[in-house]
């Protein structure tokens, strides 16, 4: 089992920026996959980015590319997500995820609230 919890959501405007983090906790950290999902009202829960355990590869949605960046410390077992250049549209609930493979995650957080303002 792994346990995920997320931080770093609020409130900011157009142009902000934003760091979520994720702290996980339970069996190893080192050799999952981590993802971030997110969910904006009404609308299905989407793919934003993920890292492989050794943080040599990381993969972006279109949407975020170039504005987001994900990260990781295995040290503290905890991932993150820079975000730059907020639109109103990033506005969603963000989750935090952990799996064997960049396909299936098998572990999820709350979540946390990302509003961005116009």
């Known amino acids: 089992q792994v346990q995920l919890v997320e931080s770093g959501g609020g409130l900011v405007q157009a142009g902000g920026s934003l760091r979520l983090s994720c702290a996980a906790s339970g069996r190893t950290f080192n050799g999952l996959w981590m993802g971030w999902f997110r969910q904006a009202p009404g609308k299905v829960r989407e793919f934003v980015a993920a890292?492989?355990?050794?943080?040599?590869?990381?993969k972006y949605a279109v949407a975020v590319e170039g504005r987001f960046t994900i990260s990781r410390e295995n040290a503290k077992n905890t991932v993150y997500l820079r975000m730059n250049s907020l639109k109103p549209e990033d506005t969603a609930i963000y989750y935090c995820?952990?799996?064997?493979?960049?396909?299936?995650?098998?572990?999820w957080g709350q979540g946390t609230q990302v509003t961005v303002s116009s």
């Open positions: 995820s952990a799996g064997t493979t960049d396909s299936q995650y098998d572990y």
């Open positions: 890292i492989r355990w050794d943080g040599v590869i990381t």
